[in-house]
């Protein structure tokens, strides 16, 4: 039979329809169909216009010192401080080691600084992250453990004693992350053991559900939305980011998928900040990446939406190199980044909703604040469309080797406390970062670190 022309423009159709479901950056519904479903434009599509309010033109970074610093190192145990996690109005903060300890420490309202009297518990197990309850439960610390438990703690009790503790399925011996959410109540714990999500109901101190298909590697990180406490999002060595609902029972992890994102590397983090179009609201997911890649992506309350991805900044470590040497100004404000840019941190809100900054860090535990700017427009539709600026802020002065994690949350409805950086890193030490007025000495440090006995893995 002899091939028309028609026929070989049809057959580029379907190739060309065929290519773009492989690489569908529309927007539209990735897992469940929806009649009322319209279809984006090039004109109103997030994917290809989504505009950052952030990037005011600077010339200098602003140099921030460690003003409250604090250590983790008991006599001569000096442990990675391997995750920091802020309570619900950033007037508390906990903080995770590799020594079975959970440093809880209260921050001054007005100024951020670490109060005294911070609480100690004492797990006798490494800890690979805590993190706090919401506003209903603002007491509640659930720990994820190297010895395969899952522990949640009061911050108030003086008792090392868990108030419900579970067991990771199928001997699994490291849980690498955990959250509490589920409904306003935070009855629900989400875990990372291994390639599955497991949930334990704090209510019956027992199991609930475990997702096995969602991830087909070692789940890295588990995260109940902040204000939509039922659903949870999940990453994974994969490449993929999952959304589900876990508002309904018996849990099933078909029928709870919300929408499936590909960031096309092991994802090693993600947390939530505010893309600016739904105001205050926390309506994005950002991403970091093995490969040291930052990924945004939809996550609001329009579930047809979630999962759009409306930035890539693909290599941002070189990305933050060049925008530290952007200018011979910017240069001498940031010289630290100008050689190497070891890893990344995350991102971060400002004080508007939509502007955004990128954390990266070096080996001697320096850390740039970069902020999120628009691209060129022919770059429209691109992973170039957004790019970094010049460095708003450096913090320095402060820790000595590589920074593990950060907490901050600039934006205007938070607290005072809350908008004040604060970091962990392998020297042990807890800093607490405001502007540096002068040439003062570090603030005292409750212990001093005795010689490391790692080597940084960057």
Known sequence: MTRTRDDDDAHDDDDRRGARALVDDSGAPNVFENDDYVEPTPENDEALTFTVRGGRASTTAMSLRATSMTSTAVDKDAPYNTHI??????TSCAV?????????????????????????????ASVNECEFGSAADPFS????CGDGTTRVYDARSQDDRPTASFRAPFNERDVASASLGGSASDFLVATAVGPHVA??????????SLFQDAHSEAVTRVRFHPERRSELYT???DGLVCAFDCAHTPLNDEESLISVMSAEAAVNNIGFCRSGSSGDARDALWCVTGVEDAHIFVASSDRRRVGVHLVHLKNARELVRAAATSSPEVS???PEFAAQVDYVLGIHDGVAPGELFLSA???????????LVQGSPSMRGTSAYVGLGAPAAVL???HRDIVRSIVWDANATASESARVPATVGEDALVCAWTPDVGNEERPPVDRARPPGRRHSPY
Do not use: K, M
């Open 396 to 398: 320095r002065r402060g």
């Open 332 to 334: 001498a404000s940031a």
């Open 361 to 371: 860090g070096t080996q001697s535990g320096v850390v740039g604040i970069f902020p």
């Open 141 to 144: 610390i659930v720990c994820a």
């Open 85 to 90: 996690a802020s309570n619900h109005d950033g």
């Open 199 to 208: 949930f334990y109901d704090r209510r019956q101190q027992g199991n609930a």
């Open 96 to 124: 995770a080691t590799t020594s079975g300890r959970v440093r809880v420490y209260a921050r001054e309202r007005a100024t951020g600084a670490f109060a005294h009297g911070e609480r100690e518990i004492r797990l006798n």
């Open 235 to 237: 990453s994974s060595v």
